[in-house]
């Protein structure tokens, strides 16, 4: 069965890739690759072991963000861990990750006007691995942030506060880009990832915000985002109310 909405909603149409987005492909497929069409035959046809061998390269890329993710995760992991079973209370409540596809590291390249080339993106787009944190209250997302940043072998590049200074329609968040080693067979490599830490109300209102923009194709009408934004300042007293009546408990020993 479906709803009024759903069945006067128009149908979806699938996007066709404009020649800059094609343009864009193809240059990051090249750097990626190295392949410049040489290896097709007289037919236009590509031999199958080159295929893969491309697929290969293709994928090399990716891996590296992949095991990024799980090198932090893992010290995520422990840290939670560690709290569990020898301390009283857990600063960490949810971890979730993030690998961005290629459509949505394409659609970025352009938006920011990267050089479709494998170095550029690498250097200046450093949020395709992304780990969010959430966190009960908003101290503990500073205690979990000061943890992870004072381990030896993570830099970081750089800090977005905006828990203390909020975008202007309430997102709130601490966003850190840090640099995590991945040791691989050959090499080590350092590979930026982005770390989110908000707490559970918070991480509400943005799961809700990102859904109401995806559903109108981020033109939202005025009146949605006033509410939206109305419900940011709400989200922000919920923690602030929550982290008073901790210290009380606390207080009563």
Same mark, same amino acid.
């Given at each position: 069965?479906?709803?009024? *909405?759903?069945?006067?909603?128009?149908?979806?149409?699938?996007?066709?890739?404009?020649?800059?987005?094609?343009?864009?492909?193809?240059?990051?497929?090249?750097?990626? %690759?190295?392949?410049?069409?040489?290896?097709?035959?007289?037919?236009?046809?590509?031999?199958?072991?080159?295929i893969k061998n491309l697929q290969?390269?293709?994928?090399?890329?990716?891996?590296?963000?992949?095991?990024?993710?799980?090198?932090?995760?893992?010290?995520?992991?422990?840290?939670?861990?560690?709290?569990?079973?020898?301390? @009283?209370?857990?600063?960490?409540?949810?971890?979730?990750?993030?690998?961005?596809?290629? @459509?949505?590291?394409?659609?970025?390249?352009?938006? %920011?006007? %990267?050089?479709?080339?494998?170095?550029?993106?690498? &250097?200046?787009?450093?949020?395709?691995?992304?780990?969010?944190?959430t966190c009960a209250f908003v101290?503990? *997302?500073?205690?979990?942030?000061?943890?992870?940043?004072?381990?030896?072998? /993570?830099?970081? /590049?750089?800090?977005?506060?905006?828990?203390?200074?909020?975008?202007?329609?309430?997102?709130?968040? /601490?966003? /850190?880009?840090?640099?995590?080693?991945?040791?691989?067979?050959?090499?080590?490599?350092?590979?930026?990832?982005?770390?989110?830490?908000?707490?559970? *109300?918070?991480?509400?209102?943005?799961?809700?915000?990102?859904?109401?923009?995806?559903?109108?194709?981020?033109?939202?009408?005025?009146?949605?985002?006033?509410?939206? %934004?109305?419900? &940011? @300042?709400?989200?922000? &007293?919920? @923690?602030?109310?929550?982290?008073?009546?901790?210290?009380?408990?606390?207080?009563?020993?």
């Open positions: 069965m479906t709803d009024a *909405a759903t069945a006067n909603a128009p149908a979806t149409v699938p996007t066709v890739p404009t020649a800059s987005d094609l343009a864009v492909y193809r240059g990051l497929f090249q750097s990626m %690759t190295g392949y410049d069409g040489t290896a097709a035959t007289a037919d236009g046809q590509v031999p199958l072991q080159v290969k390269r293709v994928a090399q890329f990716h891996l590296s963000y992949k095991f990024a993710i799980d090198e932090l995760t893992t010290k995520i992991g422990i840290l939670q861990e560690e709290f569990e079973h020898t301390h @009283d209370y857990s600063p960490i409540e949810h971890v979730r990750t993030r690998l961005k596809s290629m @459509d949505s590291i394409i659609e970025k390249v352009q938006r %920011t006007g %990267t050089t479709p080339d494998v170095d550029a993106v690498r &250097a200046r787009i450093r949020d395709i691995a992304g780990v969010r944190i101290a503990d *997302a500073y205690w979990v942030a000061d943890m992870l940043m004072a381990q030896a072998d /993570l830099e970081v /590049l750089e800090i977005k506060d905006y828990i203390a200074n909020p975008k202007a329609n309430g997102y709130q968040s /601490l966003h /850190l880009i840090v640099t995590v080693p991945v040791f691989l067979s050959d090499r080590t490599e350092l590979v930026p990832v982005e770390i989110q830490l908000r707490t559970i *109300a918070m991480d509400f209102w943005a799961s809700l915000e990102h859904k109401i923009y995806y559903k109108y194709d981020r033109e939202v009408p005025a009146s949605l985002v006033a509410e939206l %934004t109305e419900a &940011a @300042d709400a989200a922000r &007293a919920l @923690d602030a109310k929550m982290a008073t009546l901790r210290d009380q408990i606390r207080a009563l020993g």
